[in-house]
């Protein structure tokens, strides 16, 4: 079974600065998929990146960028350049048959 | 392209009586699954079809289930409604499945069991 651990219930940063967001997951399998998902006070839930376990490069999209430690099990979000449009819930995931969610850290902005 | 949408937005049901919450997926995309999202459980996995089959099931009682119609569309109900149901439920669609690719989120229904 797959289990995925969010340490930070909540986190803050500051407008432009940088935050690093928390997961660490298990899973008995070899292949699986990551992601980083962030729900908004609309809830709609949004991709923010992804990360196949078998690539080693760390995933990247604009601002946002993950430190995926295999062997340690660990996929932190790094958030640069911090906007007020990130505040948000954001989700940690593991998919193999079905996805796993970790808890959430709500990230607040301060301008 | 319109994305994933669910109907309806809001419910409101008494304990025992059951309902029937609808997802329309994005064109094209032929996996539904469903989660339901609660304060105290979070985000939990309830199941996922694709071409009209039940392809993985979360851990919840069988008063939950769901079912895909041809044109991909989703319905879930859950019968015989407990207090504990209130959640917001989402579904979310993505082409092939959730474990490859990006499952994009409808905006999901708010069940308030009374």
């Known amino acids: 079974a797959q289990t995925v651990t969010q340490s930070q219930p909540e986190m803050s940063v500051q407008e432009a600065e940088t935050v690093t967001l928390s997961c660490t997951y298990d899973?008995?399998?070899?292949?699986?998929?990551l992601f980083w998902y962030k729900q908004p006070p609309s809830r709609q839930m949004i991709l923010v990146i992804r990360?196949?376990?078998?690539?080693?490069q760390n995933a990247t999209e604009n601002r946002f960028s993950v430190n995926f430690q295999k062997a340690a099990k660990s996929f932190s979000l790094k958030i640069s350049d911090s906007q007020l449009g990130d505040a948000a819930m954001y989700f940690c995931?593991?998919?193999?048959?079905?996805?796993?969610f970790g808890a959430g850290t709500r990230l607040t902005v301060k301008p | 392209k319109a994305g994933v949408t669910q109907t309806p937005r809001y419910l409101i049901k008494t304990r025992g009586q059951q309902v029937t919450l609808s997802c329309s997926p994005i064109?094209?995309?032929?996996?539904v699954s469903w989660y339901q999202q609660t304060p105290g459980q979070g985000l939990q996995f309830l199941f996922e079809?694709?071409?009209?089959?039940?392809?993985n099931k979360g851990n919840f009682p069988g008063r939950f289930s769901g079912r895909q119609f041809s044109n991909s569309r989703s319905e879930m109900n859950v019968s015989t409604l407990e207090l504990g149901d209130s959640a917001l439920y989402l579904c979310?669609?993505?082409?092939?499945?959730?474990?490859?690719?990006?499952?994009?989120f409808g905006p999901g229904t708010r069940l308030t069991v009374l």
């Open positions: 979310a669609s993505s082409r092939q499945g959730t474990t490859y690719n990006e499952q994009f």
């Open positions: 899973t008995s399998e070899s292949d699986y998929y």
């Open positions: 990360q196949e376990a078998y690539k080693q």
């Open positions: 995931a593991s998919a193999n048959n079905d996805m796993r």
């Open positions: 064109s094209g995309h032929r996996s």
């Open positions: 079809y694709f071409s009209e089959t039940q392809r």
